[in-house]
């Protein structure tokens, strides 16, 4: 599947305030957006004093033929109304759409809701197209669309090279990914008396002049056939995040076989990835720290995944490849609140001593002893230690969460992009029994009844194989918490309804007989830090002129090119400049917030407030008959605790900024107009929680084994049973170096072949139907092979 708009939070060059803004073409006095980062895309909007369901709205994006540019209603794609427009030849073709996820959105049609172009202002040139538009309905407020008593809004943006399949209805199908650029913006709402007069201008267009299969679903692949290979291992993992590269390499280390399969493709330069910079063509876009607020419009967009619920990264390293390199080292009430006897605190803090021995996380990245651009850190260190707060260092001391603020802690090390790619995966490549394989996505664990054989994979090109696990081998999911319920669900483990939607589909996933699905609460318990945006005029000019802007880091100066080179300077940071915590007791417990702060442009300061551990708002995912994830309930804000909360922390922010001499509001607003607009931390985790029985809840026990199985463990972000005080990468990274622990514990089961060098007969590669897999897979199973050669670590990365 394809996908379309966004729930990004970090992309930092595409938050700002919106201007007024008069449109020679119509006469229509917009407020408007520009997105400085690159793509060129513009967006504005017109409404009446008193805002109903309707509003104006205009795209503008640079054309030159093939594309298109949309909005979404809501910083979120999923649910929302999206308004998307390209060229159709000379012509402008647009219309509304809408997504159950982050997958390819497909034409809403409800007849309430009527799109009428104002021809004035929907034309292409020589360079652009421009689309302005009636939208009548469109304004339902909720998941759809901003509200109407809302003014200050954020949206989603998205713009791509690719046309949809068919450019001339306005019902098409086929929106690729938004490989331009895509990003959330604000946008202050100005009612105009002339409103009426602009909107007269609109006329309604025919209905689609072609009509489109309403899914383009054919059912070819049911037959599909799949390969057995001749290799069988003691372990295989599906997913190489930071989980699965973690508990692999561990794995690899006990000297038994391992097999790591990952759906994308290689990010690092020294793993071989080749998404280069412009201005150094040994380091690609992943590698270079400051590059991670700006990788949405960067030239590689494919490291997104295109088949999930929200936002996530599908490319060898998973998230830690796209993510803003925030390592906040877990506190000890993270664990200890929710999380199961064995997964205390003083249960995990060894496992994190290994993590952090090997991946320590730095407040000092530049290694020349610097920070750069720090005119954010000043202005707001200033305003929080007059508020009483004081500094501490986040990675020496997690466990201060209350009234603190520290430089940022990252994932960076030797000034390039840290984590797991590098800091254990060149360990496993330097194991004989370790093998990798890219660009290969695990469908579905096989199972006999309790027992794994193996697993069906899918590479680039659609083949199919059979890998099995030797006698006593163990299958280990580790695809994420976006990804790791279809897996389960395709093999037949989670709600029923669910399993159903696979029978019923397309996909050509074989599921076990109804007898044996193993119905576990896949897909429930999805939880996920809201984002909340404050924005500040640093009101001491000398200071403010300090901040670095957007095309400093995206083109960046000679000076800075070279200070790179020596790990050091501006693009050896992220984007954080500042990061915050505190808590509140209330009525329903004790919820943290952190604070991430930068300065998007000269003058301001950006605040993003995160509700986190102890929030009490959960969602669930589920699958679609395309084999996309989808959220079936949004995991977001759902509690009037939360809510309370929410308001009670930006109230008291707001009220110290009134006060302040260092900081002022950007414009004036309070924590009940703020708390509806939210966007999503891409922080998810607990889609196959981990509990200590099989209670109703849980979908793994304390050892990471799925419940009713024998072999089948799940070790990424799905098995948290609570949400952590900061970003989540750092605690799926302990937690899974303690799943290894425990994992290695129970041993590799008896009649094993003890690693993968035994010798043995190879047998060719067996032609199966997935209708008749069983047979073939029990005689490939009596046949174990050397894996093959591993892939050697390369470049200089070699691990300390
Ligand atoms: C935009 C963004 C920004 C973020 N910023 C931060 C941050 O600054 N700090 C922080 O701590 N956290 C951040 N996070 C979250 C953090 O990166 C994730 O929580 C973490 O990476 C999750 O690790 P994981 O191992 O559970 O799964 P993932 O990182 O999702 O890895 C799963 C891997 O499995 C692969 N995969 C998926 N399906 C299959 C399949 N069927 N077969 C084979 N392979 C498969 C994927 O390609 C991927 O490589 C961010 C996330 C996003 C999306
Ligand atoms: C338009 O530009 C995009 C890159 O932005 C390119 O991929 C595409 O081929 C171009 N199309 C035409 C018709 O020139
Ligand atoms: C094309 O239209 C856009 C949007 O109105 C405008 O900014 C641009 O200057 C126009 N270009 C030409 C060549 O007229
Ligand atoms: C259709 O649009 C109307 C008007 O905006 C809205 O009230 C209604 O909820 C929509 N119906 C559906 C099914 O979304
Ligand atoms: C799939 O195979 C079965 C039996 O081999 C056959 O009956 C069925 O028609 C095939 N379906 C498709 C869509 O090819
Ligand atoms: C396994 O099969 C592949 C072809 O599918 C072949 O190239 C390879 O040599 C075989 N490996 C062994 C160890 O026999
Ligand atoms: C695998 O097992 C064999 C026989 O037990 C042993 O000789 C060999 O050293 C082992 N290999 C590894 C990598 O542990
Ligand atoms: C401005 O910056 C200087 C150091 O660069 C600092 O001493 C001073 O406190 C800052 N002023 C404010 C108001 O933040
Ligand atoms: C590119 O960056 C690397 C750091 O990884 C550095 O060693 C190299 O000198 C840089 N090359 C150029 C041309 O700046
Ligand atoms: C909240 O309550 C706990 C005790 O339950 C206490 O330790 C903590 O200091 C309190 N935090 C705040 C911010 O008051
Ligand atoms: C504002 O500052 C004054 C003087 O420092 C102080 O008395 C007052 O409590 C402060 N008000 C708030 C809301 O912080
Ligand atoms: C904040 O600064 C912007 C210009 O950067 C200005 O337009 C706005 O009025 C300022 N807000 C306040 C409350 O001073
Ligand atoms: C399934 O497992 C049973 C033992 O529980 C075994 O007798 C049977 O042969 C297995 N079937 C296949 C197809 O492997």
């Not at 998007?600 to 589920?622: D, N, Q």
């Not at 809510?643 to 302040?660: C, G, H, R, T, Y």
Request: glycine share 10%; with cysteine.
């Amino acid at each position: 599947m394809r996908s379309f708009a966004t729930s990004l939070a970090f992309v930092a060059g595409a938050y700002a305030q919106s201007k007024a803004s008069a449109d020679v073409n119509t006469g229509i006095t917009f407020q408007a957006y520009s997105d400085t980062a690159g793509s060129g895309f513009s967006f504005g909007a017109a409404v009446p004093t008193t805002i109903g369901s309707d509003f104006i709205g205009q795209i503008v994006a640079p054309n030159n033929g093939s594309g298109y540019a949309g909005v979404a209603l809501t910083p979120l794609m999923a649910n929302s109304l999206l308004v998307i427009a390209w060229a159709n030849g000379k012509d402008v073709v647009g219309s509304t759409y809408t997504a159950s996820g982050y997958t390819s959105p497909t034409h809403y049609s409800n007849a309430s809701v009527l799109i009428e172009p104002i021809a004035k202002g929907t034309f292409t040139n020589g360079t652009h197209l421009s689309y302005t538009f009636l939208c009548k309905g469109c304004v339902q407020g909720g998941i759809t669309s901003f509200s109407s008593s809302a003014k200050d809004i954020t949206m989603g943006f998205a713009m791509s090279s690719t046309t949809p399949t068919n450019p001339t209805s306005v019902e098409s199908a086929g929106f690729t990914f938004h490989n331009i650029g895509f990003g959330n913006f604000g946008l202050t709402l100005a009612g105009s008396a002339d409103y009426p007069k602009w909107a007269s201008m609109a006329t309604a267009v025919s209905a689609s002049p072609i009509s489109v299969p309403a899914s383009d679903l054919t059912c070819s692949t049911r037959n599909v056939t799949a390969t057995v290979s001749n290799s069988t291992y003691d372990y295989i993992i599906a997913g190489a995040g930071p989980a699965g590269i973690i508990v692999a390499q561990r794995m690899a280390e006990s000297g038994k076989s391992v097999l790591l399969l990952e759906g994308g493709k290689a990010s690092t330069f020294a793993q071989g990835g080749r998404s280069t910079v412009s201005w150094n063509d040994t380091v690609t876009q992943y590698d270079v720290p400051s590059m991670a607020y700006y990788l949405s419009t960067a030239s590689d967009t494919s490291e997104y995944c295109t088949d999930t619920a929200s936002q996530a990264g599908c490319i060898l390293g998973g998230s830690t490849m796209v993510n803003a390199l925030m390592f906040v080292r877990p506190q000890a009430a993270d664990f200890n609140d929710k999380w199961p006897t064995g997964w205390k605190w003083d249960d995990v803090a060894a496992s994190a001593a290994k993590l952090y021995e090997r991946n320590p996380g730095t407040t000092l990245a530049s290694r020349d002893g610097q920070r750069y651009d720090q005119g954010a850190f000043t202005a707001m260190s200033s305003f929080l230690k007059t508020m009483g707060w004081s500094q501490v260092d986040a990675i020496e001391s997690p466990n201060e969460k209350t009234n603190v603020y520290s430089f940022p802690a990252w994932d960076i090390q030797k000034g390039l992009r840290a984590g797991p790619v590098t800091s254990y995966l060149p360990l496993a490549q330097a194991a004989s029994n370790f093998k990798l394989t890219l660009n290969t996505k695990v469908l579905r664990a096989i199972r006999n009844g309790s027992a794994i054989t193996g697993v069906e994979t899918q590479d680039s090109t659609g083949a199919r194989q059979i890998i099995n696990v030797n006698a006593g081998g163990k299958v280990i999911l580790a695809a994420g918490t976006m990804s790791t319920p279809r897996i389960l669900i395709n093999s037949g483990i989670g709600p029923k309804a669910q399993i159903d939607i696979v029978s019923a589909s397309c996909t050509g996933i074989k599921l076990p007989a109804e007898a044996d699905y193993i119905n576990l609460p896949v897909g429930e318990n999805l939880r996920d830090h809201p984002v909340f945006t404050l924005t500040f005029n640093i009101t001491d000019n000398s200071n403010a002129s300090t901040s670095m802007v957007a095309s400093q880091f995206t083109n960046p100066s000679t000076t800075d090119i070279d200070l790179f080179a020596k790990a050091s300077g501006p693009l050896a940071q992220s984007g954080q400049r500042l990061n915050f915590w505190t808590s509140l007791n209330g009525t329903s417990g004790t919820r943290f917030f952190q604070g991430t702060v930068n300065s998007p442009s000269a003058g301001l300061v950006r605040a993003k407030i995160y509700l986190t551990h102890g929030s009490t708002s959960s969602g669930s995912l589920g699958v679609t008959s395309t084999g996309s994830t989808k959220f079936i309930t949004e995991p977001l804000m759902n509690t009037d605790e939360d809510k309370a909360a929410v308001v009670q922390f930006l109230d008291s922010m707001i009220n110290s900024a009134k006060n302040s001499s260092v900081l002022s509001l950007a414009s004036p607003t309070t924590g009940s107009k703020l708390v509806s607009s939210f966007t999503s931390g891409s922080h998810f985790i607990g889609t196959a929680m981990m509990g200590a029985s099989n209670d109703g809840k849980s979908v793994v026990d304390t050892d990471t084994k799925v419940f009713g199985t024998d072999n089948l463990f799940v070790v990424d972000g799905s098995i948290h049973p609570d949400l952590p005080t900061g970003n989540t990468q750092a605690i799926i990274m302990v937690a899974a170096e303690h799943a290894a622990a425990k994992i290695l514990a129970l041993g590799s089961g008896s009649g094993s072949l003890s690693n993968g060098t035994s010798t043995a007969t190879n047998s060719p590669s067996v032609p199966v139907k997935i209708g008749s897999a069983s047979a073939s897979v029990s005689a490939a199973q009596a046949t174990s092979a050397v894996p093959a050669a591993p892939t050697p670590a390369k470049g200089d990365d070699a691990c300390a």
